[in-house]
């Protein structure tokens, strides 16, 4: 079985900064991509960011120069750090990975359970 725990949300006021981490556990034989989502009230989810597990990233235009992706490979963990957050930001964010297990040994894509931030104007 194959688990992302996602920690880090919280209240901030705009201008603040947060850090997001998710880790997977479990039966991980290799990770592939790792990305953030984000779900805010009444809107679909949306990606934030993505990194290959060669390090190359992808920003949402409405983070960019704001958010920082980053991994830790050795950790199975991504990282979200949020600077210059605005309370449009605010949303639950999800940690999405593509894992290969020991148990089945094929690419599966797996998500967090989501972490609340919230930004204050």
């Known amino acids: 079985q194959v688990q992302l725990v996602e920690s880090g949300g919280g209240l901030v006021q705009a201008g603040g900064s947060l850090r997001l981490s998710c880790a997977a556990s479990?039966?991980?034989?290799?990770?592939?991509?790792m990305g953030w989502h984000r779900q805010a009230p009444g809107k679909q989810r949306e990606l934030v960011a993505t990194?290959?597990?060669?390090?190359?990233?992808n920003y949402a235009d409405f983070v960019k120069g704001r958010f920082t992706i980053s991994r830790d490979n050795a950790k199975n963990t991504v990282y979200l750090q949020m600077d210059s957050l605005k309370p449009e930001d605010t949303a639950v964010y999800y940690c999405?990975?593509?894992?290969?297990?020991?148990?089945?040994?094929?690419?599966?894509?797996?998500w967090g359970q989501g972490t609340q931030v919230s930004v204050s104007s």
């Open positions: 999405n990975a593509d894992i290969v297990s020991r148990t089945y040994y094929t690419t599966l894509s797996y």
């Open positions: 479990g039966s991980v034989f290799g990770i592939n991509n």
């Open positions: 990194i290959t597990n060669s390090g190359s990233t």
